[in-house]
């Protein structure tokens, strides 16, 4: 933070409600800004880290995972059948 808020650029609620991208590119700008409430109380908006972009999330290898848990086994239907007649599942 600053080490006084007078340098800082003062706005208003007002404004931070109805010139939303406004008041955020000021903030970036200046790296904070003051919001000032018509009652006195004041509240300081910096900006924060940015997050990290969301990319395309690996999945794992079904295939290799069933291959090295069931190996090469295939079940009859008639078995997986029993297996879900019986509620084994």
């Known amino acids: ?3 006084t808020m007078s ?3 003062k706005l208003t609620v007002r404004e931070l409600s ?7 590119s000021a903030c970036d700008q200046a790296g904070e800004v003051v919001i000032r409430h018509s009652d ?3 509240y300081v908006l910096t900006p924060t ?6 990319g395309k999330r690996q ?3 079904f295939a290799k995972r069933m291959a090295a848990n069931f190996g090469s086994r ?3 239907e008639k078995f997986v059948g029993g297996i879900l007649d ?3 599942h």
Do not use: C, I, W
């Open 49 to 54: 880290v940015p997050r990290r972009p969301r």
């Open 1 to 3: 933070m600053s080490d």
């Open 74 to 76: 295939v079940f009859s």
């Open 18 to 24: 109805r010139e939303t991208a406004r008041v955020l």
């Open 40 to 42: 006195g109380r004041e």
């Open 59 to 61: 999945l794992p290898d």
């Open 7 to 9: 340098d800082m650029q």
């Open 86 to 88: 019986k509620g084994e």
